[in-house]
C-alpha cells in the first residue's frame, strides 16, 4: 500500500536530488516525491531558492553560510529536531 501526504509549503526545509529520488525535508522528516525537481519548485513560494543543480533551499530554514576555500559554500540549516 503507497501512502500519500500532503505536505505544507512552510513546513519544507529543503529538496534534493539523490541517486535519481526527489527528496523533501519537513520539520517532519524526510519524504520521496514523485515529481522532478524542477516540477517541485513550480510549486514553491519565492522564499525558496534553487542553490545547485540538484538542491533547493528555504531561506528562512538558512542559518549561516560558510565560504570554502576553494570557492564552495555551506549552508547551515536551523538546527530542528526530525
Do not use: C, P, W
Not at 514523485?34 to 538542491?55: A, H, P
Amino acid at each position: 500500500m503507497v501512502k500519500v501526504r500532503l505536505l505544507n509549503t512552510e513546513d519544507i526545509i529543503r529538496v534534493y536530488v539523490e541517486d535519481r529520488k526527489v527528496y523533501v525535508v519537513t520539520v517532519e522528516g524526510r519524504f520521496i516525491v514523485r515529481k522532478k525537481l524542477y516540477e517541485v519548485q513550480n510549486t514553491l513560494t519565492k522564499d525558496f531558492i534553487k542553490i545547485s543543480q540538484s538542491e533547493i533551499a528555504n531561506v528562512k530554514y538558512i542559518h549561516s553560510l560558510d565560504l570554502g576555500l576553494r570557492g564552495t559554500i555551506v549552508i547551515n540549516y536551523k538546527k530542528i529536531r526530525i
